[in-house]
């Protein structure tokens, strides 16, 4: 199955070009009851074929435990996005990112590859003061508009934080996860699997549930 | 689930980035319709004009169909906005995204944008096309069962109420629409409507046809109930008085909307409805100051009155410039 046309594709390597550094996807698939890993695995296919900077990797979230682990995955199809030194920043998607998700895990490959845009200094410093881990699970559903926004700010804090690690969920794939939240409207933010809100709220937002988790 | 891909081409064409230090002649706060046809008028009337937005789109975004655009038999509310913001892109305009505006003031001949960020943009003259919002039923329960029931945006969540019973409460396009494309997802729709359709019968007769619907007109909610998750709702029979529980996993409230007006409250003259009054020429209280689209108080929130309303305020605001200098 082909996602993307010709179009689409002229399209994405002209965004490509101007990734800085080389980068990795990261593939964790599971060999039975995995219902969307072999159209995820083709769709990352395709897209490493766009650009001599985007390396794929497939990998098994039971055969490659140990990374599995390092990476914080839990659950496939999970896709860890790993910058050219092979080290993960904190930004994954689980799920296939197709839909409208297509516009946060392309800003991400450019993220990663070193060619984003930097947030406000004001941002930074709150940012820097971030010392106890956080996770950040954004649960979209694909034909959401503006579930990718609220992914992007959480990859984007994941980015300027090594405490962050922030994860997209496609909430229909991931039915029973979705469900423990309570996840009735996307986006929805789940912080340390504790802290909660909805819909793409500023970033200021995301900053003031993330200081509740942090210790005085 | 549909994987087809929605790529967002008004992000990759890029519109530039704006130059916050710059005196623009234009800027334009809002990129919904409104505001993206303002962007266009006035780029080809040859004024330095700028777009400050929060969500490029505005609410045509969240609309599953839209199917009385001129020119446009039908288009999901995305594709139609890709259209236009392509369009705005090729002219290349100037975009300030994610700009959440705080206040307005007038220095001297000059209009003052704050932003949120405590940053100050500056313009000789400013449209005012910051839209609307979904309005609330202001209910008891409603805040309670926010994102546990109560859902703002039918095509966000529909997937997630899979084989589920749900209810749309309103009786216009967008409610009808709403309730169109849950049939096709959930196990039960229930319309519920405190008065007579406001819908274009062409939509009604859509509706129809699909066996899994109900629908309960002059009929009003009081309450939504359950717990932790909603498990449905009290209504009140308009007729009879009597009330009555209609069990249902979600609620989908679509009732029309609320002008995105806060920001410019003592600024420019409003009416009850806090939507910002203009005259002919879109000129607001203010010289200088003009605002188009469903934030101001010209009736019927189409998206083709709001680009043309958007034309319209560039044109007056060419006008101004031109007189200015």
């Known amino acids: 199955m082909s996602l993307l046309n010709e179009q689409l594709q002229g399209q994405l390597r002209t965004i490509f070009a101007d990734m800085k550094n080389d980068m990795t996807l990261a593939v964790f698939t599971q060999k039975d009851g995995c219902e969307t890993c072999e159209d995820t695995v083709s769709f990352m296919k395709e897209i490493e074929a766009l650009s001599d900077k985007i390396h794929f990797e497939a990998l098994d979230i039971d055969a490659d435990q140990e990374r599995a682990k390092a990476y914080n995955v839990k ?76 992914v992007q700010k959480a990859h984007k ?11 997209m969920v496609e909430a229909q794939t991931f039915y029973a996860l979705s469900d423990q939240f309570n996840v009735s409207s996307v986006p929805k933010i789940v912080i340390n699997d504790q802290y909660e809100f909805v819909g793409n709220q500023p970033l200021e937002v995301f900053l003031e549930e993330i200081a509740k988790t942090q210790s005085a | ?25 234009l800027l334009i706060v809002g990129s919904g319709p409104a505001g993206l046809n303002a962007a266009l008028y006035a780029k080809r009337k040859g004024l330095s004009v700028g777009l400050v937005g929060k969500k490029t789109g505005g609410q045509v975004i969240d609309t599953t169909s839209v199917e009385n655009y001129l020119g446009f038999e039908f288009k999901t509310g995305e594709d139609l906005i890709k259209e236009f913001s392509q369009h705005v892109a090729s002219l290349e305009v100037p975009l300030l995204k994610d700009a959440e505006v705080a206040s307005l003031e007038k220095v001297e001949d000059w209009i003052h944008i704050n932003l949120s960020t405590g940053e100050v943009l500056e313009a000789r003259s400013v449209i005012l096309a910051t839209g609307s919002r979904p309005r609330r039923l202001g209910v008891k329960g409603e805040d309670d069962f926010l994102g546990k029931g109560v859902a ?12 589920l019973d749900v209810i749309v409460a309103g009786g216009g396009n967008s409610a009808v629409e709403a309730a169109i494309d849950l049939a096709k997802i959930a196990n039960s729709v229930t319309l519920v409507h405190r008065s007579q359709f406001r819908a274009d019968q062409i939509v009604i007769d859509k509706l129809n046809t699909y066996s899994n619907v ?20 009290v209504v009140k029979d308009k007729a009879t008085g009597e009330t009555r529980t209609i069990e249902a996993n979600g609620l989908f409230v679509e009732i029309g909307y609320l002008p995105n007006s806060g920001y410019a409250k003592g600024f420019v003259q409003m009416n009850n409805k806090e939507e910002i009054i203009v005259n002919a020429l879109n000129e607001t209280s203010v010289p200088g100051v003009f605002a188009a689209g469903d934030v101001t108080d010209i009736p019927y929130k189409q998206i083709i009155i709001a680009a043309s309303e958007g034309a319209k305020a560039a044109l007056t605001a060419n006008d101004y410039i031109n007189r200015l200098k």
């Open chain 1, 75 to 150: 659950m496939v199809p999970s896709i860890v996005m790993l910058n050219d030194k092979k080290e993960y920043l904190g930004i994954k998607f689980n799920g296939i990112p197709a839909g409208h998700e297509i516009n946060s895990f392309i800003p991400a490959i450019l993220e990663v590859s070193g060619a984003g845009e930097a947030l406000p200094e004001s941002f930074l410093n709150q940012i820097s003061a971030i010392k106890d881990p956080v996770n950040i699970k954004v649960f979209v559903t694909l034909s959401c508009p503006h579930c990718a926004g609220a």
């Open chain 2, 152 to 163: 703002y945006c039918a095509i966000c969540d529909g997937p997630l109420f899979e084989g």
């Open chain 1, 157 to 167: 804090l994941a980015l300027e934080s090594p405490m962050i690690d922030a994860e």
């Open chain 2, 1 to 25: 689930m549909e994987l087809k891909l929605n790529m967002d081409l008004g992000n990759s064409k890029k519109m530039p980035g704006l130059d916050k230090t710059k005196v623009f002649d």
């Open chain 2, 214 to 233: 109900k629908v309960h007109l002059e009929t009003e909610i009081i309450e939504v109930q359950g717990g932790p998750l909603m498990s449905g709702i």
